[in-house]
């Protein structure tokens, strides 16, 4: 891969994210990665989708999945419609454990059902995009476990050159 990707998370990121961090505490490290879903849902389908999320839910809470994920809408900064999907991880080999959306409901539901759910809520989308990003927790500042989320927060995303980063540690450390 040519460039790598530095997140850069202002101070409120995390906070908008409450139920992440309440569930850790002070001490906790943040995940090394996040895996970000970024699903923009057609105007006529929002209640199918958040249907489809409540679904997934219930799946992944019936049989023990083993990922975490934290949903959440963007009010600001792209189409009310848009829902991102976080799901931290701190090694790859973590990721091949995870039960695929489709695997999931059709375990949990059943054939028939599994199926109906999984189209229906695939079809409620508009479009969807995914990335995975290296968090950098030296060069962001985590909030305290039960600090009260902000209203709004705000990302910063930015590709370094992998040979320029002790170059762009620097330079944030001097600014920071």
């Known amino acids: 891969m040519r460039w790598s990707r530095a997140l850069t998370l202002a101070l409120p990121l995390s906070a908008g994210w409450p139920a992440l961090a309440q569930a850790q505490t002070q001490a906790a490290q ?56 976080v799901l931290p991880f701190n090694k790859w080999s973590e990721v091949d454990g995870w039960m695929g959306l489709r695997e999931m409901l059709v375990k949990a539901f059943g054939e028939a059902e599994g199926m109906k759910t999984f189209r229906s809520g695939i079809a409620s989308m508009e479009r969807s995009e995914t990335a995975v990003y290296r968090l950098l927790p030296d060069l962001s500042t985590r909030p305290r476990a039960f600090d009260q989320p902000p209203a709004y927060f705000h990302v910063i995303v930015t590709e370094v050159e992998p040979a320029m980063e002790p170059t762009y540690r620097s330079y944030l450390a001097k600014v920071r």
């Open 30 to 85: 943040p995940s090394e990665f996040i895996h970000v879903i970024t699903a923009t849902v057609r105007m006529d389908a929002i209640s199918e989708f958040e249907n489809f999320q409540k679904r997934i839910k219930a799946a992944a809470e019936k049989l023990g999945a083993p990922q975490r994920w934290t949903t959440f809408n963007v009010i600001l900064g792209g189409p009310g419609r848009t829902y991102n999907i």
